[in-house]
């Protein structure tokens, strides 16, 4: 197998770089949300819904790279368990980064 290098890293890298987890398919996305002293929600999932100061808004698989504070608000996360029920957790504010299909969210910072 010939692997052609790009900027100090080959092909397959990149290829593998690109490659998001799926179930039956569709994307996914690790999402975390956590506080100092309790992790709420990590693992994989479909979406992730909230509200922030411009608005409610949806996570999905591939989004861009995003940053952003919320309020007070219920996260709603559509997790790949079977059956798919969406978990619920009410927040009383935090701060979310989004990056490379992970999803992590701060909460009381």
């Given at each position: 197998?010939?692997?052609?290098?790009?900027?100090?890293?080959?092909?397959?890298?990149?290829?593998?770089?690109?490659?998001?987890?799926?179930?039956?398919?569709?994307?996914?996305?690790?999402?975390?949300?956590?506080?100092?002293?309790?992790?709420?929600f990590d693992e994989?999932?479909?979406?992730?819904?909230?509200?922030?100061?411009?608005?409610?808004?949806?996570?999905?698989?591939?989004?861009?790279?995003?940053?952003?504070?919320?309020?007070?608000?219920?996260?709603?996360?559509?997790?790949?368990?079977?059956?798919?029920?969406?978990?619920?957790?009410?927040?009383?504010?935090?701060?979310?980064?989004?990056?490379?299909?992970?999803?992590?969210?701060?909460?009381?910072?």
């Open positions: 197998m010939i692997e052609e290098k790009t900027e100090g890293s080959t092909a397959t890298d990149a290829a593998k770089a690109t490659q998001t987890a799926s179930k039956e398919g569709k994307p996914t996305m690790h999402i975390k949300v956590y506080s100092p002293f309790r992790v709420y994989e999932a479909y979406s992730l819904s909230g509200i922030n100061a411009t608005g409610p808004f949806d996570i999905l698989p591939h989004h861009h790279n995003f940053l952003s504070l919320l309020g007070a608000c219920e996260l709603i996360i559509h997790p790949l368990v079977t059956p798919p029920d969406e978990q619920r957790i009410r927040i009383s504010g935090g701060l979310m980064h989004v990056k490379s299909d992970r999803v992590t969210v701060f909460l009381d910072v």
